[in-house]
């Protein structure tokens, strides 16, 4: 495989965005969506492999053609498919002494165990993606492996290893002056500080990140950090930030096209108007985030919006229609399969009713 290939993939493995409702989205950040309650990464972008590209080793066409189907298969949705074509790639690749191709499988693979929530597996592939960046001496595969085992270990809750393999990512990339890598191993490195409830240093790790995404035009990742230091300001209550952040994500965003960034900014202009005022704003950008769900037939945000409704109008002493909201989204929690999310939603209701008749 030639070389020219491996930084567009790793580029692209390694960017998501963090927050409240992402997993593996963003390609401006995939070590920085990897949080419960997010989607699937996808493959598309990533799957722009030329066959037969270099080698000419037998077997090389085949492997990267399976390489190819695991694409397909995993953007259909079947993920032990993808991963059984992704297994095959990988142990063709072995046989032919393919580094490369061993560490676009090993992405693929650390990605895919780590969507379904088999985080040991995913840990095991990542790590032995960044050994083969190691061997190679591919300091920017590192970089974007390091940043996503980071991303792995901080979903796991191990902030400690999560700090270090990020700021070994951050050294590598200040040595050999990759600006792209810089930026994202300061954004994750603002989110483990985030995560222990540093939110200072958070501010001040996301600035940092910022001033390079911005110089590099990359409009994902911009969005992607934005949103992440409207959150920290919203956590140190610092609300008139927070919403100037917010909205400049969402600005970016719609600019890009981002739709993950666009509900993520979405939520928060909600929650900080909610908190500060005008409350007409709030609804706003709340028909405007059920608007957007709607267009984008994404039944999950649809539901957050449904439950915001509730909540906001329930706030603000409207029980009436907070029930009209709460019975709509326990409709479609029920009708999703999300037996928790409609117990919450079904004891709120309850809570109204009862505060309805002791009037």
């Known amino acids: 495989m030639k070389s020219s290939c491996l930084p567009v993939v790793m580029r692209l493995l390694a960017m998501a965005s963090f927050g409240v409702a992402i997993l593996f989205i963003s390609t401006a950040a995939l070590s920085q969506v990897f949080l419960p309650g997010t989607e699937p990464v996808e493959l598309e972008e990533q799957l722009n492999i030329p066959l037969n590209n270099g080698i000419q080793e037998e077997g090389r066409e085949e492997a990267d053609l399976l390489l190819r189907l695991g694409g397909q298969a995993q953007r259909q949705g079947s993920f032990e498919k993808a991963i059984a074509y992704w297994q095959q790639a990988l142990d063709l690749y072995q046989r032919l002494g393919d580094f490369e191709g061993q560490g676009l499988a090993y992405d693929y693979l650390g990605l895919t165990y780590a969507n379904l929530g088999r985080y040991p597996q995913a840990e095991d592939a990542l790590r032995r993606r960044l050994g083969v960046a ?12 390091l940043n996503n085992l980071g991303t792995l270990l901080l979903q796991a809750g191990n902030l400690e290893a999560a700090q270090v393999s990020f700021a070994e990512a951050l050294d590598i990339a200040r040595t050999v002056k990759n600006p792209e890598g810089e930026g994202l191993s300061l954004s994750n490195l603002g989110l483990v500080a985030a995560q222990a409830g540093n939110y200072l240093e958070a501010v001040k790790r996301y600035e940092a990140s910022l001033a390079f995404r911005r110089r590099l035009g990359d409009p994902l990742g911009e ?70 769900a709607q267009k984008e037939q994404n039944p999950r945000e649809e539901l957050i919006s449904l439950r915001l409704y509730a909540e906001l109008y329930k706030a603000g002493g409207d029980l009436s229609n907070a029930r009209i909201f709460y019975e709509r989204a326990i409709l479609l929690a029920n009708s999703l399969g999300q037996t928790q999310e409609e117990a919450f939603l079904r004891n709120d209701l309850a809570q109204i009713l009862y505060d309805r008749g002791s009037r």
């Open 223 to 292: 969005a992607n950090t934005r949103n992440n230091l409207g959150d920290a300001y919203q956590a140190l209550n610092q609300h008139q930030d927070a919403l100037t952040s917010y909205g400049l994500a969402l600005h970016v965003a719609e600019d890009s096209l981002d739709i993950p960034n666009q509900f993520r900014a979405l939520r928060g202009l909600i929650r900080s108007y909610s908190v500060v005022g005008p409350k007409l704003v709030a609804l706003k950008y709340l028909k405007q985030h059920l608007a957007l």
């Open 134 to 145: 190691r061997y190679l001496k591919d300091f920017q595969g590192q970089i974007f492996a």
